[in-house]
Structures are given as C-alpha cells and as structure tokens.
C-alpha cells in the first residue's frame, strides 16, 4: 500500500486542521492506521491509531480529547482531526499502516507502510 499524507499547514494557537491519508494499492480495510509526528530534534511519537474497521480508536494522552482519527473507506482515506492546537503539536506529520489490523500498536517499528509527512506549524 501506498501513502500520502497532506493537509499540513501554519496555524495559530487554539485552532484547528484536518490531515488526510490517501491510500493506494490496497484497500484500508486491511490495515490498521496511525498517526505518527516528529518535531525537530525529537523521536518520531505516535499520536494515533484506530483498528482495520476504524471502530476503536487510540490516542496518545496529549491529545486527548483535541485529536479525532477518523476514515472514509469510499475514498480510502484516512483522517486526523486536529482541535485546539498547540504550540507543542508542532511537527512533521506522518500517517502509517500496520498489517496487523487490530491497532494497538504505538511503535514506529510496527507500522510497515509510511506516507513522506507534512508539516505542521502552530503559532504562539
């Protein structure tokens, strides 16, 4: 499977952005999806994920309740939902997939499938 992330972009403080996650080649129903960010200097972090049916989802703790991982199987898109952005959620955004579809993983080394990343900016 192929991905491409898109969406990224300069925002300010408290407001919101959608990334996307097109796939191709397969079908998303086969994988397991997550939401990965890298900022400068730092590891990459994951920050979401939901399983191959997109009906249970799992967030890391700083965005809770600010980030919803959604997809569109008709256009075999993943989404993230970004709400109420913050400084610290600045980063390098990638999207991933893991053919073990139940989506608990949280580890870089269990996504087999990368898209390139966009940037996000949140000002102050």
């Known amino acids: 499977v192929q991905l491409q992330a898109f969406g990224g972009g300069l925002v300010q403080a408290g407001g919101s952005l959608t990334l996307s996650c097109a796939a191709s080649?397969?079908?998303?129903?086969?994988?397991?999806m997550g939401w990965f960010r890298q900022a400068p200097g730092k590891e990459r972090e994951f920050v979401a994920a939901?399983?191959?049916?997109?009906?249970?989802?799992y967030y890391t703790d700083s965005v809770k309740g600010r980030f919803t991982i959604s997809r569109d199987f008709a256009k075999n898109t993943v989404y993230l939902q970004m709400n109420s952005l913050k400084p610290e959620d600045s980063a390098v955004y990638y999207c991933?997939?893991?053919?073990?579809?139940?989506?608990?993983?949280?580890?870089?080394?269990?996504?087999?499938?990368w898209g390139q990343g966009t940037l996000v900016t949140v000002s102050s």
């Open positions: 991933a997939a893991d053919a073990l579809p139940i989506g608990t993983s949280r580890s870089v080394y269990e996504y087999e499938y």
């Open positions: 080649g397969r079908t998303l129903s086969r994988y397991a």
């Open positions: 939901d399983n191959w049916s997109g009906t249970n989802t």
